[in-house]
């Protein structure tokens, strides 16, 4: 890696695998409802839906691989049917302090340090409660996926879900000057290709050596992480 600090006008990072080592959409859920002492049957299909050693999770991910449908994430954010706004964004203050306290890729904190910038994004189709508490913590403006909400609580639906339209979410909130201005990006996720494309500074987490190949066509500075 060249360690030479570079300046820009806008950072936009992610969030799940690159600032931590952690998919947050299911993490948050897994936290709030490991808070309580209800839940049994949500926890039981967390774990179903989520784990890597469930059937259940292999099945569904083959499906998803098949029709390029999100149907887990789907089925894991109907486990928040009911549950108030305000008791899930607690536990999303709670849940980023242990993120930062235990989970953070060391390696991609340590480029965003080298990087001078007016202007910090965090862009992450993770769910609003956790991806706005990790920007206040990096003084950073956010775009993020969100949920329908109901007399308080939650309806277990999305509102937006800005998988692969990070980009259209930007322009929509900020305006185009945010991405038109001297720009970085740091992702892990092919579904930003659209976006990284614009950055002037292009940075790729990888997580395992296969992974480059998905990235073959574009210019960048590959940050290996070591798990």
């Known amino acids: 890696m060249v360690n030479k600090q570079i300046g820009v006008e806008v950072l ?23 808070r309580s002492d209800k839940f049994y049957w949500r926890k039981l299909a967390l774990f179903f839906l989520a ?65 001078d910038r007016q202007v910090t994004l965090v862009a992450s189709a993770s769910l609003e409660p956790i991806v706005k508490v990790i920007a206040r913590h990096l003084n950073a403006y956010y775009v993020a996926s969100e949920l329908q909400v109901r007399d308080g609580a939650f309806t277990g639906r999305y509102r937006k879900d800005i998988t692969g339209e990070k980009e ?39 997580h395992k050596e296969r992974q480059l190949a998905r990235w073959c066509q574009l210019s960048a500075e590959y940050i290996r992480v070591k798990s």
């Open 51 to 115: 784990h890597h050693a469930s059937p259940i999770h292999f099945v569904s991910k083959a499906f998803e691989w098949l029709t390029n449908r999100q149907f887990s994430k789907n089925l894991i954010i109907r486990l928040l049917t009911g549950v108030n706004v305000k008791d899930l964004d607690e536990s999303a203050i709670k849940y980023a302090d242990y993120l930062i306290s235990n989970k953070k890729i060391p390696s991609v904190w340590a480029t965003i340090a080298r990087i």
């Open 168 to 206: 259209h979410a930007i322009l929509l909130k900020y305006g185009s000057g945010r991405l038109q201005r001297g720009l970085a990006v740091i992702t892990d996720n092919l579904s930003d290709l659209r976006l990284i494309t614009r950055a002037k500074y292009r940075f790729v987490v990888i």
């Open 12 to 34: 936009v990072v992610d969030l799940c695998e690159t600032l931590f080592f952690e998919d947050t959409t299911v993490g948050l859920i897994s936290f709030h409802l490991k």
